[in-house]
């Protein structure tokens, strides 16, 4: 089965401009999750999605950030504007089973973000 | 919060030595446990899971952990290192009801 694609794998743009990520879960995956790692530090949760809808979205730093997943199919975060301290490596994942169960999740290879 | 820490950012073991990466968790109560690893320009990838059953736990690549409760420990073992297994190692426990929290993840290094 395909896993999970994240794209751009890379994205350097200037403070104050808007970027947007996408992550296309596997297919069946109704949960989807995204999380960033700032410059080396831990892997921070930012939501979660059930199906089309936040389930979760406790992580979120800021209203800067604004993720969505019409159709519950595949998800965007958006960062508008972008500041420095966003940079970092944003990471999707998807799982079968909900937040309580015991699956792990299966990551993106994540989208590395540089704002400059 | 359940949280887990990783003791060591970095560990450096010789090809064939013995691979050790400790990770311990806060929890009133026996939490899911899960190893993942990060090999250079990839995705995490689950190495293995505890969830209540065996407490020795088995995972890819001869890697292994043990949930010890007593200890709040679940620490990360392989008897002989492989230069393949350079990479970053990550803990992370699953609340109940609540996405994964990880560790601050440590970095192995094999030297030949």
């Known amino acids: 089965e395909a896993g999970v694609t994240q794209f751009p794998s890379h994205s350097v743009i200037e403070k104050g401009q808007t970027v947007t990520l996408r992550c296309d879960p596997i297919s069946g995956h109704d949960n989807l999750y995204w999380y960033r790692r700032v410059m080396g530090k831990e892997i921070k949760f930012l939501l979660h999605?059930?199906?089309?809808?936040?389930?979760?979205e406790s992580g979120m730093p800021n209203n800067r950030f604004l993720a969505e997943r019409t159709g519950g199919t595949y998800s965007t975060l958006k960062v508008q504007p972008a500041e420095l301290e966003d940079s970092g490596v944003y990471f999707c994942?998807?799982?079968?089973?909900?937040?309580?169960?015991?699956?792990?999740?299966?990551f993106g290879s994540g989208t590395r973000l540089t704002v400059v | 919060a359940q949280s887990v820490t990783q003791l060591g950012s970095h560990v450096s073991v010789s090809e064939g030595a013995l691979v050790l990466l400790r990770c311990n968790y806060s929890s009133s109560v026996p939490p899911y446990l899960f190893w993942y690893v990060q090999y250079p320009n990839q995705g995490l990838q689950l190495l293995l899971k505890?969830?209540?059953?065996?407490?020795l736990v088995k995972g890819i690549n001869g890697f292994e952990a043990e949930f010890k409760k007593s200890e709040t420990s679940f620490h990360l073992t392989k008897p002989s290192a492989h230069m393949s297994d350079a990479a970053e190692y990550f803990c992370?426990?699953?609340?109940?009801?609540?996405?994964?929290?990880f560790g601050s993840g440590t970095r192995l290094q094999v030297q030949p």
């Open positions: 992370a426990v699953r609340p109940g009801g609540r996405a994964l929290t």
């Open positions: 505890y969830t209540s059953a065996a407490t």
């Open positions: 999605f059930v199906k089309e809808s936040k389930q979760d």
């Open positions: 994942a998807s799982s079968q089973q909900s937040a309580g169960g015991t699956d792990g999740y299966t």
